[in-house]
């Protein structure tokens, strides 16, 4: 699995305004659809493009337009939050939703929603969740995947720790993480350190 740290000064500014625990809900939203935008950058540096004509004011050249954008996939909930700034750039691209809540006790993934087609044909897969922590719901939402005739899939998270990182890459499920920081640990609570405390919470208030 290809892994890379955007580690961009706009994307670290970002990051840091979502690490803040003073930074209110609406700069919270504001400053994680400026870091996916950032993300979107990077996870979509190898799509094909193909030639399209345009009209300048001066002349007639080639452009360049991308091929087949890429499915979107938010994890519930909190890949909401990644999901405006990604379609900023690829307002073309079909979304799928997948929900999954992780039992806080057991730390296992509990599914309550797939709306991914059954056949995706070939199609590449950008799958957006804020955090990657143990693993468990990413691995989850992959293996779901997987099953259902993707192209390439590319993990885009905002943070992440090395556990879920080793579990990622050793599922073998996914070709790609981008990431905006790869933290120093999980606590016992099996959350991120120093990570920006619960992104879904955050986001849109306590489940
Ligand atoms: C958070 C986060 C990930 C998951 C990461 O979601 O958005 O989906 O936890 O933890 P893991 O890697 O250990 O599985 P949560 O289950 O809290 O749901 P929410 O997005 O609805 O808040
Ligand atoms: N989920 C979150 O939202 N934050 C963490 O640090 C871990 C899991």
Redesign the pocket.
Known sequence: MKTTVVDHPLAQQALTRLRDQDTDRAAFRSAMDDLAVLLVYEATRSLRTEPVEVTTPLTSTTGAKVAEPPMTVP?????LGLLPGVLRLLPDSPTGFIG???NEET?Q?EPYMNSVPADLGGRDVLVL??????????VHTCTILRDRNPGRLVCVCVLAAPE?VAALESSGLAEELVVGSIDDHLNEH?YIVPGLG????RLFGT?
């Open positions: 994890v519930l909930r909190a890949g999954v809540a992780r730390l993934p969740d804020p955090m990657l922590a143990t693993g468990g719901s990413l879920g099996a619960d992104a879904g919470d489940a």
